[in-house]
C-alpha cells in the first residue's frame, strides 16, 4: 500500500463557524476536524459570503486567482486561505455572486451554485503544494454538480485522473431545480447529449441533485434509515427509482455532534454547569429557564421544549393539533424557531400563560439554555434524514419524544418499562394522537416513578454521538475508492517506564540495628554457625575490584553473571548474602543430612578460618551493615551450597550466575554453582588452608568442585560484581523457613540469639 495520506477536498456552501443555516453547516464545521483526527488531509472549499465575520476574513490570504468559464461567460475566482485547527479552508471569492446578506433565497441561485461546483472543480489545479486531491466529497444540491463538470470537462487531464466523488444527501427534499434554459446559457451542456439526458427531470427543467447522483462514484446520506426510506416513493421526492439503481454504492452514515462545543459541564452558555455524575445543576437550569420564559417555576411539572424550524417537516402539524391537550394536561411548553407556524404558536402562549412560551427568533444561547433546563424535547418530523437537536437534546439529560423516522429511529431507543433501558420516548404514525400519548408516557413517567426517570436520563447522557465513529465510516468509504492508500491510524508511542531500583532502599530500615554491630565487631568464632555472615561483610569491601570474565559453567550461568555486573557496582550489595542463599538452597537439598551431622567438624575449621582473619575483620566491619541486615533471615543465610565449604571459605559469595537458574531449576544448580564459585573466589589464605576441610566434610563434592578448589583464585572484589540483580535477591530474602532444612534454622537461631546479646 502507498504511504501517501488520504488527501481529501470537501465541498460545502456553508461550514460553522464561518456560516451555518442548518445541519449542513454544523457536518461541514465538524467532520472534516474528525477525519483529519482519522488521519486524512482536509480542504474545505466555501463560498466566501459577506456575512462571515472580520475575525475570520482579516486572517485570510490570497492564494490564488483564475478565471471560471460557465456558458458563454468568464467569471473571476480567488481563492483565501485560513487554516483552523489542522483544516485548511479555502474560500471561493467572487463578490458579484456571494457577497449578500445571506446564503440563500435569491432568483440566480441557480447560476451562483452553478459557478460555485465549476469554481470548486477548476480549484483542484491549484490547490498547496503536495496537496494532490483523492477524493472530491460533495455536499447537497449546491455542490451537486462537481461531479458533472468533473467528468464531462476535466476527465482527461492527468491530475483529476485519480479524483474519485462521494455525493451526501443531507435533505433530498431540495434537490435544485431549474428551467432547462440554463442548461446552455450557464451550464454549457446542451451540446452533451449524454449529461442533459442524465440532468434532465422532465421535459422542461434539470435537476442539479439528479445530475450528482448519476455522475458520483459513492452516495451517502446520513442516517442508515433514511438510506432505506428514500428508496421509496414516499421519501424519494421523485428520486427513488435512481437511488434504487444505483442502491449498490448508496449508504447511510450518521451523523454526529461537537462534544467540546455541546457538553453541560463546560457550556459556558447555561446558568450551572452539571454532569452525569452530579445533575444538581439541572435543577437550577431549569428554574432559571422557567422565570426567563415567564413560566411558573415549578419543579414538580414536567418543561418540554423545541427548537426547531416551524414548518411541517418538523411535525409543526401534530403540535398545533396536539398542543391544547398537553398544555392542559399538566406539561409546560416552550417553542423556540421561526418559520411557517409563527402565529399559532403565539396563539397558544397567549391562551396559556405561565405554562406556554413562545420565542420567534433565533437565538443560539437560550437554545443552550433550553436544551440544558428542559425535562423532554419535542421533535415529531414528518421526515428527518439525521437531525441532530434529538442528540444534543441526550447529551444535556433531556429526554426527546420522536417520532420513528430516519436519524430519530437511528439514534433514540424507545423506552422500555419492564427493562429500564432506552434513551427516550417515540411513535411511529404522523399522527396527533400518538404523539401526545408519547409526551404523556414520558410526563407520567416524570410524576410517578422518578428513580427510573434518572435512570433513563443516565442512559441518554451515556449515549455517544461524537464524529470519531463517523469519521471512520467515511474514512472506510474513502479505502474503498482508493484501495491503495493505507487509512490504518498510526499507534501511538507510549514510552516505557525507566525500571525502578527498589532493592536498596527497601534494605534501609534495618541500617540502625546493623550499625550497633559495626561499632562492636564480635569475633568470627563466634558466628562460625553461620557462616554466610563474613562472606556478606566482606563483599561490599570487594566491590570496587574489577572483575575478571567468569568461566562459563554454563551458558545460563555465564548470561547470568554478565547481567548482574551492573546492578553489582550500587548499594545493593548488602544483598549478596541472600542471593547466595537463594543460589545454594536448591543445590543443597541433597546434603542436608550431611550438614547437620558435621557440626563439630564446621565449628572447628570455622574456628581456624577466623584466626586467619582477625585483621581483615577490621577492615570489613564498617560494611557489615549490610551483612547484618541480611543475617537476620536465619532461613536465608542458612542455606549454603555444602555445609563444609560454605563453614571454610567465608569469602566466597555466591555467583549471580547460578543464583537464579539454581532457584528455579534445582537439578542444574549443583552442578552449576561449584564451577562459577570457583572462577570467583577470594585469594584468601583462610580459603586455602580450609579448602580439604571443603573436600573432606562434603558428601555433594563433584569432580568440578574439587577441580576449582585446585585452581588458583581470581582476583578479589567479584563477591560484588556477582552479586545477584536486585530483583532475585528480594526474592530470596522473602523465602519462607519452611522452606529450609530444619537442623540449619536451629542453629542459626542460635548464632542470631548471641549477635542479639551484643
Known sequence: MSDKKMQVVFASAEAAPFVKTGGLGDVAGSLPRALVAAGA?????????????????????????????????????????????????????????????????????????????KAVTESLQHLPEGFQCDVLHCNDWHTALAPVFLREFYQGLPLYERVKTVFSIHNIAFQGQYADTILNDILGMAHIPNAARQLRCDERSINYMQGALDYSDAITTVSPSYAWEIQTPEYGEGLDGILRRRSNVLSGILNGIDTDAWNPATDPMIHVNYSAADMSGKKACKAALQEELGLEVRDDRPLMVMVTRLTRQKGMDLVTYALDRILSGGVQVAVLGTGDYEEPMRYFANKYPGTCAARITFDNAL????????????????????????????????????????????????YNQFTGEGTGFTFANFNGDEMGDAVFRGARLYWDDHAAWDHLVQNAMAADFSWVRSADEYMNLYHNLHPEIDITKPEPVVQEPEPAEPTAVEAEPAAPEATVAKAEPAPKAEQATEPADDAKAEAPAKAEEPAPKAEPAKKTAAKKTTASKTAAKKPAARKTA?????????????????????????????????????????????????????????????????????????????????????????????????????????????????????????????????????????????????????????????????????????????????????
Open 578 to 758: 541472600a542471593t547466595k542463599s537463594t543460589a545454594t538452597k536448591a543445590a543443597e537439598k541433597p546434603t542436608a543430612k550431611a550438614t547437620a551431622t558435621k557440626p563439630a567438624a564446621s565449628k572447628a575449621a570455622a574456628t581456624k578460618s577466623a584466626a586467619s582473619k582477625t585483621t581483615e575483620a577490621k577492615a570489613t566491619a564498617t560494611k557489615a551493615t549490610a551483612a547484618k541486615t541480611t543475617a537476620k533471615k536465619p532461613s536465608t543465610a542458612s542455606a549454603t551450597k555444602t555445609a563444609a565449604k560454605s563453614t571454610a571459605t567465608k569469602a566466597a559469595p555466591a555467583k549471580a550466575a547460578a543464583s537464579k537458574t539454581a532457584a528455579d531449576k534445582p537439578a542444574a544448580a549443583a552442578a552449576t554453582a561449584p564451577k562459577a564459585t570457583s572462577t570467583k573466589a577470594a585469594p584468601k589464605a583462610a580459603a586455602a588452608k580450609t579448602a580439604p576441610a571443603k573436600v573432606s566434610t562434603s558428601k555433594a563434592t563433584t569432580p568440578s568442585a574439587a577441580k576449582a578448589t585446585a585452581k588458583p583464585a581470581a582476583p578479589k572484589a567479584t563477591a560484588a560484581k556477582a552479586a545477584a540483580p536486585k530483583a532475585a535477591a528480594q526474592d530470596s530474602s522473602a523465602a519462607t523457613p519452611a522452606d529450609k532444612p530444619a537442623p540449619k534454622a536451629k542453629s542459626v537461631s542460635a548464632a542470631k540469639r548471641t549477635t542479639r546479646k551484643r
Open 41 to 117: 488531509d482536509v480542504i474545505v472549499m466555501v463560498p466566501k459570503y459577506g456575512t462571515i465575520a472580520s475575525e475570520y476574513t482579516d486572517r485570510m490570504e490570497h492564494v490564488a486567482d483564475f478565471y471560471v468559464s460557465l456558458g458563454w461567460r468568464n467569471e473571476y475566482c480567488g481563492l483565501e486561505r485560513l487554516v483552523i485547527d489542522g483544516v485548511t479552508y479555502l474560500f471561493i471569492d467572487n463578490e458579484r455572486y456571494f457577497k449578500r446578506d445571506y446564503p440563500y433565497g435569491f432568483f440566480d441561485d441557480g447560476e451562483r451554485f452553478a459557478f460555485f461546483s
Open 367 to 414: 437554545s443552550h439554555r433550553m436544551y440544558a433546563g428542559a425535562d423532554m424535547f419535542l421533535m415529531p418530523s414528518l421526515f428527518e434524514p439525521c437531525g441532530l437537536s434529538q442528540m444534543i437534546a441526550m447529551r444535556y439529560g433531556t429526554l426527546p419524544v420522536v417520532r420513528e423516522t430516519g436519524g430519530l429511529r437511528d439514534t433514540v431507543a424507545p
